[in-house]
């Protein structure tokens, strides 16, 4: 099993979506390409597993806050993306 600073990916995907851990390519530097590709699947893992639960109709704070995971996951899988493109490593994904 992978982990990154003393956590695994799965707690390191959840704490990007809540919020707690911010991706950016200093982060990403010291992680080899296995590392890599596991911590932008584990993130995969936990966008599915938000948007698989039931959404809170007529709950504006509880759709703000799953909207706001949401999209710092999505915006975590796109500075992952560029990073490894920028690094040579674009084939971890494709």
Request: charged share 25%; aromatic share 8%.
């Amino acid at each position: 099993m992978i982990s990154l600073r003393g956590k695994s990916l799965v707690a390191i995907s959840r704490d990007i979506a809540d919020g707690f851990i911010i991706v950016n390519p200093l982060f990403l530097k010291p992680l080899d390409a296995e590392a890599l590709k596991g911590l932008y699947q584990q993130i995969i893992k936990v966008q599915t597993e938000i948007r698989g639960q039931k959404f809170p109709f007529n709950n504006v704070q509880a759709i703000r806050v799953r909207n706001m995971r949401l999209q710092r996951l999505y915006t975590s899988l796109m500075i992952i993306k560029n990073f490894a493109k920028d690094k040579g490593m674009r084939q971890l994904f494709t």
